[in-house]
């Protein structure tokens, strides 16, 4: 019987703070002196955060990671997420993805979405976050009018128009502005993290999500075959492998994996922003791992009798899809997933490749069933 308490206290802002401030002394030398306490640590984000934004948003900034020290709240709505990255004086985008992917396991920023395109331009160039918060406000129709999805959406866009357009073309604030001024170039923004949500979705016959009927039927491909048609809702419960009021109870323990029925229609039509987790990802990503012999060698592949090579495998691809890697020691719902796999690998030894993956997918089921029975 697990210990169900290991998973029901949500991951802090404030503890991947610390340990990244901890990994850096640099960003607070002459703030803090050896042996400082996180009230220390506190008090020095507080000044900073003084100095780096306006006194509005400094009261709203400071009362939130107030909240994070006290323990008052878990998480921080993604504009003080925005916020710390300038008040921690991050040097480029690339210090920013650090710190939110491998310390606040969050998403990575994308280049997809209009306003996080200014906030990675802006790290780059290495803009005050006023200067930021300048240009944000002069695009702000269009950043609010966006669409949800482009008309032509493919994995691997992203990538692209960073490399190609913030690194080789936005040389200062002004080259940014220009970009932005060009309407031709605002149709490739979307708000949306495309490649994360076509990480989710990649049996989907993309053309049908626009346009969602009432009876809410998708297109879908059945183990990358025969395209055939299916309710969302099946296709949301083969996804949790759990009923309805079993996902609605996680929700208050994992609330960014486990989503109602309606807010999942409403991501597979995208008709909202949308914002995959590693953790809903992971659980889709599980099931579709390959594991006969057969497929050896194709890239999904993964020998779940290897612990090495499962977590090995998995991180590429969550790191491919632009998810944090696995952190059993940041993240609660990682937790559970790892040690339900250690465990039933050490209580199965002697079964195929395949077989184990179900019996894997069956006893995370039945311990995501436990902790939704806890909070009924």
Known sequence: MPDLSRYTTPLSIWTGTCLYIKNHPGLYAGLLSPGYSEDDLLKAIKKQAREVLSPGEYDTFRKAITALRKSTAVSVKKENLYRLLFVLRLNSDTEAQNLLMNYLHQSELSARSLDEFIIISALKLRLSWQSACDIRTRYKTLITTQPLAP??????????????????????????????????????????????YLALFDDVQLETLYNGDNEKIVRMYTNYGTLERERIKDYYFSLYGLPENEVLALTGIFENVFMSYDNFCLLVQR????????????????????????????????????????????NDILIYFGFPVLDPDLDTFDRLVMDTYNECLSSHTDVSNASFQQLFLTSLRNTLRELAYLQR
């Open 151 to 196: 008309d032509e959406i493919a994995e691997g866009q992203t990538a692209e128009v960073y490399y190609s357009i913030i690194c080789e073309r936005i040389k200062s604030a002004e080259d940014l502005c220009e970009y932005l001024d060009c309407p031709e170039n605002i149709a490739f923004f979307a708000k949306t993290c495309n490649t994360q």
């Open 271 to 314: 008709k909202r922003p949308v914002n995959v987790s590693s953790g809903t990802f992971l659980l889709g990503l599980i099931k579709k791992l390959l594991s006969e012999d057969a497929d050896a060698s194709e890239d999904f592949y993964v020998n779940f009798l290897d612990p090495e090579e499962f977590r090995e495998t998995v």
